[in-house]
């Protein structure tokens, strides 16, 4: 009889492996995949995670791509994260990150067509104090009716979707258009503009917050009490509660927190790479973060190299769709199985394997 034993402790060996793990068993089975499609598996291997950085002809618009694809998915999964460890489970990311776009772009266009420099500022605040209120929404509606934040973060997705396309072909439309959805070009208002800071490394303002957010939820998570009792109620609840934690205080702050941060990955996103409010705005990132928040341990330096790899199988992906015709629903089972094999490795970080008769009674 095999079955699965509970370890006394977690082994550190296969929480430290884990990742590993997942990415040498995803590129196994994703291998065999593009094999099934008709494609070299180690061809297709060698396009998404190599051509990217060092292909002659390809690398050097690649690379600068990594930071701006990894700059949204590390700020928000940071968020998700902080969250994930008081036992939070907010899955509706995506929705704030849309919010938050929304908001900020909303707020910027009142202005429209002033050249101030406080209209970019203003943006990111009004960015992210959409994002917080949406965050707030299954905040508020758990500690005060003990809601479900999962069922209600992940609806409030689809809520955020409907409002993304009446915002583009109404409220936010471009009188200019000549009748198409989608509000005026963000990135080409000088107000507004989020460009590279560095020419040629893919460096806007949304990188430079990813990494801030990264070294403040360090410094929150190991030396602020904020932080101890963030992890204190994730890891023990009733101690938690024993001690003092304000268990309402603890869910409204992570819930809110991580809003913030996804409604500014939004507006910067808005302003920059994706320029305009459109119907399909909606890109993912808020979905995919919940990926890279695991993959990274919950922990902000490790959330920063897994949103790195993310980012690497986004261009990766997109450049095996071009050069082997593989599919882009083929490229997103291959990033989801990131989380599949990192899940089904953290089992073992828990239970160890036991082999036996099965007992007679």
């Known amino acids: 009889m095999i079955a699965l034993e509970k370890r006394p402790q977690p082994s550190r060996g296969w929480t430290a492996g884990a990742p590993v793990i997942a990415v040498a068993l995803t590129m196994l089975a994703g291998g065999a995949l593009f094999a ?99 965050g707030m929404i299954p905040a508020l509606l758990r500690v005060r009716f003990g809601t479900n934040e999962i069922l209600v973060s992940l609806m409030l997705v689809y809520v955020a979707e409907a409002v993304l396309a009446s915002a583009s072909s109404g409220l936010l439309k471009n009188p200019e258009g000549m009748g198409f959805p989608g509000s005026r070009n963000l990135a080409q208002w000088e107000a507004t503009a989020n460009p590279e800071l560095v020419a040629g490394t893919g460096m806007h303002w949304g990188v430079v917050a990813a990494f801030a957010a990264v070294i403040a939820a360090q410094v929150l998570m190991a030396r602020h009490i904020l932080g101890f009792q963030i992890q204190l109620m994730g890891a023990a609840p009733r101690a938690a509660r024993f001690s003092g934690v304000n268990a309402a205080r603890i869910t409204l702050v992570s819930l809110g927190l991580a809003g913030a941060l996804a409604g500014m990955a939004g507006l910067f996103e808005v302003t920059g790479p994706a320029g305009q409010i459109t119907i399909d705005f909606g890109s993912g990132y808020g979905f995919t973060a919940i990926i890279v928040a695991f993959l990274g341990r919950l922990n902000p330096l490790g959330i920063l190299a897994a949103g790195l790899l993310m980012a690497l199988t986004y261009i990766g992906g997109e450049l095996a769709q071009l050069m082997l015709g593989l599919p882009a629903a083929a490229i997103q089972l291959f990033q989801g199985m990131l989380l599949f094999f990192l899940l089904a490795a953290d089992v073992f970080a828990n239970y160890r394997i036991r082999i036996g008769r099965r007992e007679v009674g």
Not at 72 to 84: R, Y
Not at 92 to 102: D, L, P, S
């Open 36 to 134: 099934a499609l008709g494609a070299d598996p180690l061809e297709a291997i060698r396009v998404i995670f190599w051509d990217p950085l060092f292909h002659p002809q390809f690398a050097a618009y690649s690379r600068p791509q990594l930071l701006v694809k990894a700059g949204p998915l590390i700020l928000i999964a940071i968020g998700l994260a902080i969250g994930f460890r008081a036992g939070v489970w907010n899955i509706g990311a995506e929705g704030q990150y849309i919010i938050g776009a929304i908001c900020g772009a909303g707020a910027a266009l009142a202005f429209y067509p002033s050249a101030s420099p406080l209209i970019f500022p203003l943006a990111v605040l009004a960015g992210a104090a959409g994002g917080f209120a949406w």
